[in-house]
């Protein structure tokens, strides 16, 4: 969950928008529709007075009424699906119509939720939720300054194409472990940081649980949320990449994992991305002046925080 407050970037870690690099990532073409970012950061724009912010603005809602009017087709196909379902199951029960009907609410419902989301300009936690995939805002040193970026948050490893990252598709988190080997070309060359309120993790309920599956039980999936205590921006550690993408140019990158807290590791999972101190962040930034030792130095100065979870809801 990144934080959303565009003014915070610029008070506390001295980062402006590269409008650049954002109007790329809108505009690209053929596939900028497939670009999803956090609903937070296209937000961002709506009161933005630069020329160019407001241009990107401009697009980013040609964009949502598209989507819209796709979201406005499929729920009138859905709503048929339902009601024809519906009509069926009222003098026969079968399979199909009990699919049909299960099948067709679901996706009525989410629907609904995406229009909304379109449409309002109130702000909610889920606005700021983004998954392997996504674009999210990452801060890195251009020359004598800092600058945010849309990155996607999966990394495209230096000499891989959409063949290969196709077959690794796990490079959204890069482990500590490997920063030397798989990692070796961007560690120490290409540091970013990204700034969150949370993050989430699937982990096995039983094992959330600390017991056994019972005869017969299946493992069921939970969404952890986990929020450091004391409630806080996470500067997490980053590695990222850029890399030609047919004709475009693909900025990508990776979280850093490492061992998982105590914490982390009692609720179910194995690994914990890396925060760092908010003094290291021009070191950790400016990767080239410093030894392998004084970088790794930086991901064991972690500040003393304790992660607290809880079962992810829907906003």
């Known amino acids: 969950m990144i934080q959303a407050d565009y003014d915070k970037y610029v008070r506390h870690y001295g980062a402006t928008m590269s409008l650049e690099e954002f109007a790329m990532n809108v505009w690209s ?10 609903k937070a950061v296209d937000d961002w724009f709506r009161t933005l007075n630069e020329p160019r912010a407001q241009e990107i603005w401009a697009e980013i809602q040609q964009q949502r009424a598209a989507r819209e009017l796709d979201l406005h087709q499929e729920l009138f196909k859905q709503k048929k699906r339902q009601a024809d379902a519906q009509r069926t199951l009222s003098t026969k029960r079968t399979k199909k119509a009990q699919d049909d009907l299960r099948i067709s609410t679901e996706k009525i419902s989410k629907i609904m939720l995406d229009l909304d989301d379109l449409q309002r300009v109130q702000p909610k936690d889920r606005d700021r939720r983004f998954y392997p995939g996504m674009f999210a805002p990452v801060i890195l040193q251009a020359d004598d300054h800092r600058v945010i970026v849309p990155m996607r948050y999966q ?23 490997s920063l030397g080997k798989a990692w070796k070309d961007l560690f120490g060359v290409r540091h970013g940081i990204m700034i969150v309120t949370a993050f989430y ?28 205590q004391p409630e806080q921006d996470m500067i997490i550690a980053c590695l990222w990449n850029e890399s030609q993408d047919g004709n475009d ?20 999972h194995d690994r914990t991305i890396i925060q760092i101190r908010p003094e290291n962040v021009d070191a950790w930034l ?9 970088l790794q130095a930086i991901l064991d100065d972690r500040p003393d925080v304790y992660y607290a979870h809880a079962e992810s809801k829907a906003a």
């Not at 073409?29 to 956090?38: S, W």
């Not at 400016?286 to 004084?294: K, R, S």
């Open 29 to 38: 073409a053929p596939d900028r529709a497939k670009k999803k970012r956090p």
């Open 155 to 177: 990394c495209r490893l230096p000499g891989w194409n959409q063949a290969v990252e196709r077959k690794y598709p796990g490079t959204y988190n890069a482990r500590r472990d």
């Open 201 to 228: 993790e699937n982990v096995e309920r039983h094992m959330m649980e600390h017991r056994e599956l019972s005869e017969g039980e299946s493992s069921e999936n939970v969404v952890l949320e986990f929020r450091p």
């Open 249 to 268: 140019k693909l900025l990508s990158f990776a979280a850093i994992t490492d061992e998982p807290t105590p914490e982390v590791a009692a609720a179910g």
């Open 286 to 294: 400016n990767p080239a002046a410093h030894t392998f030792e004084e």
